[in-house]
Antibody, heavy 122, light 107 residues
Framework: QVQLQESGGGVVQPGRSLRLSCAASGFTLSTYNMYWVRQAPGTGLEWVAVISYDGNNQYYADSVKGRFTISRDNSKNTLYLEMDSLRAEDTAVYYC???????????????WGQGTMVTVSP | DIQMTQSPSTLSASVGDRVTITCRAS??????LAWYQQKPGKAPKLLIY???SLESGVPSRFSGSGSGTEFTLTISNLQPDDFATYYCQQYNTYPWTFGQGTKVEIK
């Protein structure tokens, strides 16, 4: 069964760091561009970052650029999001998501994780 | 950034109704548009990709249309399981952006 499972969320103070993980199963992670998408409480969805299937290219939303780093370990079938200098406005459920077509650079997200909650609070 | 604007924000409907949600892009995105359904506490679920292609396993009462800047999601014969929030998303240009959502409520 094709699945994504996030972990690593929690409560963290402003200015601190947190690393999220996303374990993939049922498919070969190394052939898909992968994404992080977040949703602040009671609000809509926001694309956060993307990493190419080979790990050579990453793009970030302006709101996280310079503070967040997306990476992957294809040997472990795992995606990561390193979040530094966290702010209150980063409080959200963080989802990892897979694009529909292997090695495609533009398509819809067909597989989502269940999400992990990050709360940034003093 | 490409702005995606959905209307209405909230829609009240009854079981059996036909409902239509509109999504407008601030610039042309060709047909690079997806629709998702989200229920409280759950991850979004893909319904439609490439503006009008139905994702595998999604009931045929869901349909999408449009290209360029104007898109619609139609649910014919609304079922109890369809009461949820719906989002459009463009994947033509980074940053990929979502509409603000349309909540379909029971009338």
């Amino acid at each position: 069964q094709v699945q994504l499972q996030e972990s690593g969320g929690g409560v963290v103070q402003p200015g601190r760091s947190l690393r999220l993980s996303c374990a993939a199963s049922g498919f070969t992670l190394s052939t898909y561009n992968m994404y992080w998408v977040r949703q602040a409480p009671g609000t809509g969805l926001e694309w956060v970052a993307v990493i190419s299937y080979d790990g050579n290219n990453q793009y970030y939303a302006d709101s996280v650029k310079g503070r967040f780093t997306i990476s992957r370990d294809n040997s472990k079938n795992t995606l990561y999001l390193e979040m530094d200098s966290l702010r209150a406005e980063d409080t959200a459920v963080y989802y990892c998501a897979r694009i529909r077509i292997a090695m495609s650079t533009g398509d819809a997200y067909d597989i989502w994780g269940q999400g992990t909650m990050v709360t940034v609070s003093p | 950034d490409i702005q995606m604007t959905q209307s209405p924000s909230t829609l009240s409907a009854s079981v059996g109704d036909r409902v239509t949600i509109t999504c407008r892009a601030s610039q042309s995105i060709s047909r690079s548009l997806a629709w998702y359904q989200q229920k409280p506490g759950k991850a979004p679920k893909l319904l439609i990709y490439r503006a009008s292609s139905l994702e595998s396993g999604v009931p045929s009462r869901f349909s999408g249309s449009g290209s360029g800047t104007e898109f619609t999601l139609t649910i014919s014969n609304l079922q109890p399981d369809d009461f949820a929030t719906y989002y459009c998303q463009q994947y033509n240009t980074y940053p990929w952006t979502f509409g603000q959502g349309t909540k379909v409520e029971i009338k």
